[in-house]
């Protein structure tokens, strides 16, 4: 199998690179915006012409949640256009793409963590907060309409050795200010970037298409997060519990977006509990 990877340099693209390393069986290759960008049809068309793979895998995107409130068209473009570009030249190559999208297509209701005690399933009423949202929710019905068996995979809180997140930042913040503030009334799953790539290489060995939620298991706040990061990397900082409110942000923030892996494990993948996720992060952060 032969695949190509579309945004090489993002903390995903990043990701499977490390990945395939691992999968002597997997021909691939890792483009960068310069080598192809999804917002242009001839650069897609040229890459894919050239390399000929069999699976696209599109971890390129606008990925600036609060600029997308105010970068409107820059959004559209990355979320929108470039995957809907990507679908159709795919498909009238007979090329499989597999497109990566997100947890704040969900309302993010606090309400919604009773209703969906488990998670929002994969056929959950959307209703994006934000306009990042609203661009990938765009994006993924645009994929599916050009190519109904790509696969769209939501992947939530998402975090792994390369490129900024939560627990790089955390780790950075404890080492650096001595004392952490953390919001505490936003629920929702950590997926790690190895987990990730594992889960997607099995939906498409077994030839699935569709949206598919990927993460890990169990349920958590952004504070009960940090504190198991600090825990696991052996940092001795107070974790402060704090309100939404006192971290302003640009765009709203959902509050719960918890997703649910059911769908993906009942084909026969395990989901590792988010901690086992966290630690093994953590572990490989240190050994950097
Ligand atoms: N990070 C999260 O917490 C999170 C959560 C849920 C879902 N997701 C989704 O997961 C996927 C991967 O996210 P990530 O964290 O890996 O994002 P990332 O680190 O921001 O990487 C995105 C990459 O896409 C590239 N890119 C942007 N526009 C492009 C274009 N027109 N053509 C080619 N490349 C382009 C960027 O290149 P430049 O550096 O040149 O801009 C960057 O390398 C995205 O679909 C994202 O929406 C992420």
Not at 16 to 27: A, F, G, P, V
Not at 50 to 68: G, M
Request: charge should be negative; include cysteine; hydrophobic fraction near 40%.
């Amino acid at each position: 199998m032969k695949l190509l990877v579309t945004g090489s340099g993002g903390q995903l693209g990043n990701g499977w690179q490390r990945s395939l390393k691992d999968h002597s069986s997997i021909d691939y290759v890792a483009l960068n915006r310069e080598a192809l960008d999804i917002c242009d049809e001839a650069s897609i068309a040229k890459a894919l012409d050239s390399y000929k793979p069999d699976v696209c895998v599109n971890t390129a995107a606008y990925t600036q949640v609060d600029k997308a409130e105010t970068q409107t068209e820059e959004a559209y473009r990355g979320n929108v256009l470039g995957p809907k570009l990507l679908a159709e030249t795919c498909a009238v190559r007979g090329i499989q793409l597999v497109h990566y999208s997100t947890d704040y297509v969900f309302s993010g209701k606090l309400t919604d963590r009773e209703i969906f005690e488990d998670g929002y399933p994969e056929d959950a009423p959307t209703n994006p907060v934000n306009n990042y949202g609203a661009t990938k929710l765009e994006g993924e019905q645009a994929v599916l309409k050009a190519l109904p068996s790509a696969l769209v995979l939501r992947v939530s809180w998402l975090c792994g050795l390369d490129g900024t997140n939560f627990v790089k930042a955390i780790i950075n913040r404890a080492k650096t200010l001595g004392e952490l503030k953390v919001v505490n009334d936003q629920f929702g799953v950590p997926s790690f970037v190895p987990d990730v790539v594992e889960q997607s290489l099995f939906l498409i060995q077994y030839k699935q298409s569709g949206l598919f939620h990927l993460g890990s298991d169990g349920c958590t706040s952004w504070y009960n997060f940090a504190k198991k990061i600090v825990e696991y990397a052996q940092l001795d900082v107070p974790v402060e519990a704090v309100g939404s409110s006192a971290f302003p942000t640009v765009a709203k923030r959902p509050h719960f977006s918890k997703l649910a892996t059911k769908r993906l494990n009942d084909l026969g993948m395990p989901i590792h509990s988010w901690e086992i996720g966290c630690k093994t992060l953590v572990s490989a952060l240190n050994d950097e």
